[in-house]
């Protein structure tokens, strides 16, 4: 018999009349540290940015992630100091910020059981580094997502979603939405290609409501989700390209800072303006 469709928290168990509520998370999350104490380890050496496996999560242009993130940082300055991790090398744990790009679903398995048996992205997340992740890295991030195989694949508990595979058709397009105000950033453009539905638990906010678009894919309008200095969305584009306030706003993170310095926008400004209007009337 054929398993049915992975739609249910397998994370929420009954609640009987008078029963308290039970936790979102099956255990605790891995605890990230205050931010205090970064901006004095950031004024000792570079920023230092991870990109996670770019062997297996690099789909869709998502390398152009980090390329945004260290161009902004060095348009302010900064020295940065770029790290390019493959699958068969030890995530290092000191970084500053990590990212983590989409991948098909064979890769994705491989690199969800190479980061659980490696540990160094929750020891990073522990020490409190800022971690953004796109699709495939979004569902990784997660408790759960169904593999290529068809089967539940343990996540690594970041965050507190967990994802199975829609029914209906593909969610394919451009990406319109609104962030989450405690972010203050501006609306979001970016392209998604996915067949995952993601559902938040208790520990998480979206990261944005859907204008333009299928985000989460479960039919309440949310896009990616969000705690503390982890982020997850669907968003491609490359979403930093589209979005130079996202890369910025991890740049603020690492600093512990609330301001960045101006820095050109130009190219940016016309890449977006173009995506926006092309999105909201499409041909």
Same mark, same amino acid.
């Given at each position: 018999m054929a398993t049915p469709p992975f739609q249910e928290n397998p994370y929420q168990q009954p609640v009987h009349p008078g029963a308290p509520q039970q936790p979102a998370y099956p255990t605790e999350?891995? #605890? /990230? @540290?205050?931010?205090?104490g970064r901006s004095q380890r950031m004024s000792e050496s570079s920023l230092r940015l991870v990109w996670v496996y770019p062997d297996l999560l690099s789909t869709y242009g998502d390398r152009g992630n980090a390329l945004v993130v260290e161009r902004r940082a060095r348009q302010r300055g900064l020295n940065v100091q770029r790290i390019d991790v493959r699958s068969d090398q030890a995530v290092p744990t000191s970084g500053d910020i990590y990212l983590i790009g989409g991948g098909e679903d064979r890769p994705q398995r491989? $690199?969800? &059981? @190479? %980061? !659980?048996?490696? #540990?160094? %992205? /929750? @020891?990073?997340? &522990? =020490?409190? $580094?800022?971690i953004f992740s796109v699709c495939a890295g979004y569902q990784i991030l997660g408790h759960e997502f169904l593999n290529d195989r068809g089967e539940r694949q343990p996540g690594l508990g970041l965050l507190d979603v967990w994802t199975g595979r829609g029914e209906g058709a593909r969610c394919v397009g451009d990406v319109l939405a609104e962030t989450d105000p405690q972010l203050n950033l501006p609306q979001l453009t970016g392209f998604e290609n996915h067949q995952g539905v993601t559902h938040l638990g208790q520990g998480v906010k979206p990261l944005a409501q859907v204008q333009v678009g299928r985000g989460n894919g479960t039919g309440d309008g949310t896009e990616g989700a969000w705690r503390d200095t982890i982020f997850g969305t669907y968003l491609h584009g490359p979403v930093m390209a589209r979005n130079p306030a996202v +890369?910025?706003?991890?740049?603020?993170? +690492? %600093?512990? /800072? =609330? !301001?960045?310095?101006? +820095?050109?926008?130009?190219?940016y400004d016309a890449l977006r303006a173009e995506r926006i209007s092309a999105t909201r009337q499409p041909a």
């Open positions: 999350p891995p #605890q /990230v @540290r205050p931010q205090s491989l $690199a969800a &059981e @190479r %980061l !659980a048996a490696d #540990q160094g %992205l /929750v @020891r990073a997340a &522990e =020490n409190g $580094a800022i +890369a910025d706003m991890l740049i603020k993170l +690492a %600093l512990d /800072v =609330n !301001a960045l310095p101006p +820095a050109d926008t130009t190219w």
